[in-house]
């Protein structure tokens, strides 16, 4: 059974930085692509970027470009989302994810999540 748990949340004021941790149990972690969602309650999921399972290349969308920066560790299985210069707008619940080799853009283990609040 693949786990998932993240840590790292807490509240920030406006320009902080935050790092997040994912660490996951029961599975493959090098051959998972690792991705970081957020969401707000009464909005939708929103993709907040991920790392690739293989040459550990990134993508990000533009609303987290510059600011966020997603590393993996292997050896320890979790995958990093730091966050800088962070906005309240960034306030949400935050997920990672982890897409299976197999079955790319399927993210098929969440975590519980982790709170982060920006205060302004």
């Known amino acids: 059974q693949v786990q998932l748990v993240e840590s790292g949340g807490g509240l920030v004021q406006a320009g902080g930085s935050l790092r997040l941790s994912c660490t996951v149990s029961g599975g493959s972690f090098s051959e998972y692509t690792m991705g970081w969602f957020r969401q707000v309650p009464g909005k939708e999921r929103e993709f907040v970027g991920a790392?690739?399972?293989?040459?550990?290349?990134?993508v990000y969308p533009d609303s987290a470009k510059g600011r966020f920066t997603i590393s993996r560790d292997n050896a320890k299985n979790t995958v990093y989302l730091q966050m800088n210069s962070l906005k309240p707008e960034d306030t949400a619940a935050y997920y990672c994810a982890a897409s299976s080799k197999l079955t790319p853009g399927t993210y098929a283990y969440w975590g519980q999540g982790t709170q982060v609040t920006v205060s302004s």
């Open positions: 790392i690739i399972w293989i040459g550990g290349s990134t």
